[in-house]
T-cell receptor
Framework: TGVTQSPTHLIKTRGQQVTLSCSPI?????VSWYQQTPGQGLQFLFE???????NKGNFPGRFSGRQFSNSRSEMNVSTLELGDSALYLC?????????????FGPGTRLTVT | GDSVTQMEGPVTLSEEAFLTINCTYT??????LFWYVQYPGEGLQLLLK?????DKGSNKGFEATYRKETTSFHLEKGSVQVSDSAVYFC???????????????FGQGTILTVHP
């Protein structure tokens, strides 16, 4: 089975908070999150491995995440702003030889009104 | 920091035409390089990759060669099909053992439209 994300779509109002979920490929312990917008393209949010955040992009503290012991991950955005409207992609990371390969989920489309 | 630059799009071709999408990178060390494809309404799919200089990645008729001397990873296909219409992203990532695990740096994406 591949990477699953939920929900597929959601609409929130400015000031609210939202939680997105990602289940990686079985056996993968690393999960990365990206934000995709037409203006900024694909931007890295953070990466988790074995419940620990190992790497973080340049996003404000309103963006946070966590990972559970079963490798499932959630990301949270608090105090939503209109500019947070985007496609949020989760990637399941596995070693393939000397490099990581990232397998992406279908994404969650967040609209902030 | 690391960066990836792709040729500006959109690219419009007729079926069976030759495709080239240019990609150059800047990175510390020797990253792995990737091409991903995104079809409308979907997430990214790994198309091909190369992990060291002179490696050639290939898949579904697409090819790209890791050129260290020109820091490039151009995507090519000899004969495109309508079904190849999508957005293509070039990306780089440090090899395992680097300090930026799980972080892909992407180019801005190139929209490809293939007409019958």
């Amino acid at each position: 089975t591949g990477v699953t994300q939920s929900p597929t779509h959601l609409i929130k109002t400015r000031g609210q908070q939202v939680t997105l979920s990602c289940s990686p490929i079985s056996g993968h312990r690393s999960v990365s999150w990206y934000q995709q917008t037409p203006g900024q393209g694909l931007q890295f949010l953070f990466e988790y491995f074995s419940e620990t955040q190992r790497n973080k992009g340049n996003f404000p503290g309103r963006f946070s995440g966590r990972q559970f012991s079963n490798s499932r991950s959630e990301m949270n955005v608090s105090t939503l702003e209109l500019g947070d409207s985007a496609l949020y992609l989760c990637a399941s990371n596995g070693l393939a030889g000397a490099s990581y390969e990232q397998y992406f989920g279908p994404g969650t489309r967040l609209t902030v009104t | 920091g690391d960066s990836v630059t792709q040729m500006e799009g959109p690219v419009t071709l007729s079926e069976e035409a030759f495709l080239t999408i240019n990609c150059t990178y800047t990175a510390t060390g020797y990253p792995s390089l990737f091409w991903y494809v995104q079809y409308p309404g979907e997430g990214l799919q790994l198309l091909l990759k190369a992990t060291k200089a002179d490696d050639k990645g290939s898949n579904k008729g697409f090819e790209a060669t890791y050129r260290k001397e020109t820091t490039s990873f151009h995507l090519e296909k000899g004969s495109v099909q309508v079904s190849d219409s999508a957005v293509y992203f070039c990306g780089s990532a440090p090899n395992a053992g680097g300090t930026s695990y799980g972080k892909l740096t992407f180019g801005q994406g190139t929209i490809l439209t293939v007409h019958p």
